[in-house]
């Protein structure tokens, strides 16, 4: 592993620099290689880039990666890049390289982990063809901070970007010859008035149109910084957040009320509704229901593990079926067509349904086969000092609120709280015969490796 000032050192050496990314499905263009690109030509280095592994003249070659489950393109598109150019040096750096270091660092190569502050200290070089879709040739790409004050088990962002901080060179990012700007930021809204007005100034000034993507998170949402947020120019659905949890319920009604009445379009509104992950189906619709309700657009997102491996593994939770989640993702993104529907009239064939439930899904969606019946209720939940999550003074409560959402440990699939957890155990010591666990872990090797 090396850290960017050995990357520095090694950009200033070379005559030419290699850019790749792995010709998986991505929509935004690797803005780490665009501020790559901008340090080589500042440094009198020649640049390329390409998607395809080729043989290059090159004498270093940076490579980015994204999502873990693009694990096999990625390494395979490494190896041929090794293969046909043994002489080159090669750094990994990106999302998949930074949670799986080990997998990254084959053939010599050296992998740069995490995120790299002098890096963004740079402008994205936006005069290459970064071969993106040519609907985003007019926008520009950007981080106004960095990190996430929360820790949600579904997040890599915690484990990447340690530290909370406000890119001291943000505006940097941005063309102002460009209509439109991706804020690519996890949290604005952690990062309080200020900042958030300070961006806000910035978009009005040059009526750049942007979005917000994943930035806007409801328990952080309060009159002043939805007042600031109202001020940018917003494309269609441009202001994103979530209704990830049933704890968010009451918060997030709250919040999305805060800001249709700080003047935000309600069509400019979109949540991300997590769902197949400790949910019950009903509580996930009930979530995106509360959506329409506001007259915001709900987006199903499906849960599947972070660390996984294969785009094509359909995570099943244990609260949902297969089929169901598929019909339930169906429904609510084409919820705009079905609205005069229910997902349940939907699901029995009412509708234009192509996704009908059977029996066992309906027993998951009445919550028969599921184990765990201490979930937390709909409506009146109540919360840590005995009151309705509704009855919430808004403001006050978000400490106790979010010490709750702290509850996904660190450690993943464990989990918190259990009695006698570590008397357990102990109790199990020996209890594992290696022989017997051996063809359950080749298995699971199996599953990785497709
Ligand atoms: S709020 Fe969003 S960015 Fe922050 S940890 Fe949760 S999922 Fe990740």
Redesign the pocket.
Known sequence: MIDDKVLFKLLNEAKKVLLFEPNYKRKYPPLGLMKLSTLAKLNGCEVEFTRQPKKTDADLICVTTLFTYDHKITIDAVKTLQVVNPKAKMIIGGVAASVRKKDFSIGGADVLSGYSEHLDLCYPDYSIDWMIDKKWIDWSFLFTTRG?P???G??F??KIEKELMVCKEWKKGIDISKRFAMVLD??ITAFGYDHINDVANYFEKYNIKCCLD?AV?CKYINTESAKALSKIPIVKRGIRTAFDRIAEDGIFQESIETLINSGISKYNIMAYVLFNYKDTPKEANYRAKECVKLGIAPYPARYKPINSLARNIRYVSPKWTDRLAISFNHFWLMAGYYRKYDFEEYAKGEGKSRYKLTDEDWSYWNEENVADSNGERLEGRSMSNGQSSRQLPFGESRETIQRKWESDPDVLRVAHGIPQRMDRIRSLGNAIVPQVVVPIMQAIKTIEEI
């Open positions: 996430c929360n820790s949600c579904y997040c962002v915690q996890n949290n994943n998170d």
